[in-house]
């Protein structure tokens, strides 16, 4: 998808999330009579389909599936697996012990604690996400935003294989850099690419550290990315 097709999605999305935004969130507890358990899920799962409006959930101890039309969607402490997308509207989680998947069309994704793998996709906006805890076990972590800047926070000891590519547009007027704690080898290519219909070079980072038991995959478009060792 181009720019120009990206940030026509982005701008339908912010509006179907402006026209809703008079609603209030949807705000509920493990103990709130609404909970329920979606067709597919596992039991006992915090289920929430709706066409609009914000969703708050404080605690899902066996998990989450959240989605709306517009609005935002806040995620308290959830374990098992949490499953979030709004088609406008931003996206923050406090604490997971399970695997992540969080997709916005329009909007930040801001992850506070994550103990298992993550993929975080937004078409406009910035990611924050912290991993937390030992890794005997894989976790994986996808970041993607067609539009804004990305940091990645990870223990001292995380093993991963890393693999960056920041492209940056001709028309952004200014570059764009990889910040990172792991000593990666940093590319960018000498040439503007046409491909994608607007002019583009790529910085592009990789690395490995440890083992190298987890894979981290991070791609934006025109923002900054910044990987941290804590």
Not at 76 to 87: D, I
Not at 160 to 182: G, P
Request: aromatic share 4%.
């Amino acid at each position: 998808m181009n720019r120009a097709g990206a940030t026509s999605l982005i701008f339908i999305a912010v509006a179907i999330a402006a026209g809703i935004s008079g609603c209030r969130p949807t705000e509920i507890t493990t103990s709130s009579s609404i909970t329920e358990v979606g067709a597919g899920s596992e039991a006992g799962a915090v289920s929430i389909q709706q066409m609009g409006g914000g969703i708050d959930v404080k605690d899902a101890p066996h998990g989450a599936d959240l989605s709306t039309m517009g609005g935002d969607i806040h995620l308290g402490s959830v374990a098992s697996f949490a499953k979030v997308k709004t088609m406008g509207g931003g996206i923050s989680i406090d604490q997971a012990t399970g695997s992540i998947d969080a997709t916005t069309m329009g909007g930040g994704i801001s992850i506070d604690q994550a103990n298992g793998a993550i993929k975080a996709t937004t078409m406009g906006g910035n990611i924050q996400a912290r991993i937390v805890g030992t890794s005997s076990v894989r976790r994986d972590v996808e970041l993607t935003s067609l539009g804004g800047a990305i940091t990645l926070t990870v223990p001292k000891d995380f093993p991963m294989d890393i693999r960056i590519t920041l492209a940056y547009t001709k028309s952004a007027n200014r570059t764009f850099e990889i910040i990172d704690h792991a000593d990666l080898e940093q590319q960018e290519t000498p040439d503007w690419d046409f491909s994608k219909g607007t002019p583009r070079k790529y910085l592009r980072a990789q690395g490995r550290v440890g083992s190298g038991l987890n894979h981290v995959t991070i791609n934006t478009v025109n923002g900054d990315v910044i990987l941290k060792q804590e």
